[in-house]
Nanobody, 115 residues
Framework: VQLQASGGGLVQPGGSLRLACAPS????????MGWHRQAPGKQRELVAR???????YYADSVKGRFTITRDNARNTMYLQMNSLKAEDTAVYYC??????????WGQGTLVTVSS
């Protein structure tokens, strides 16, 4: 199973980006999917998580700015990131957990917030 993450890039503070994560099997195979990030010199942290019933969790640092969704028709999970700050700069990883699909990590996509 592979999780293909995409959508990272360079954006100015206050800007927006949308990350996408496309698994190589049906997204419905996973009980939970999530986005994590790792900034230079810091530990990887959970940013947002979504369950198969579309229940969501957000880290306090991104509440009100980031939105996680999963689109079964497109077999893709998204992270819409608005009002980006310099401290959001990190490599973002998508993950899967539970269900018949199993636990996997994507390859990471770099988000740089800088003027």
């Amino acid at each position: 199973v592979q999780l293909q993450a995409s959508g990272g890039g360079l954006v100015q503070p206050g800007g927006s980006l949308r990350l996408a994560c496309a698994p190589s099997i049906s997204i419905s195979s996973f009980s939970n999917m999530g986005w994590h990030r790792q900034a230079p010199g810091k530990q990887r942290e959970l940013v947002a998580r979504i369950t198969i019933t579309d229940s969501t969790y957000y880290a306090d640092s991104v509440k009100g700015r980031f939105t996680i969704t999963r689109d079964n028709a497109r077999n893709t999970m998204y992270l819409q990131m608005n009002s980006l700050k310099a401290e959001d700069t990190a490599v973002y990883y998508c993950s899967s957990a539970g269900g018949s699909g199993g636990d996997f990590w994507g390859q990471g996509t770099l988000v740089t917030v800088s003027s």
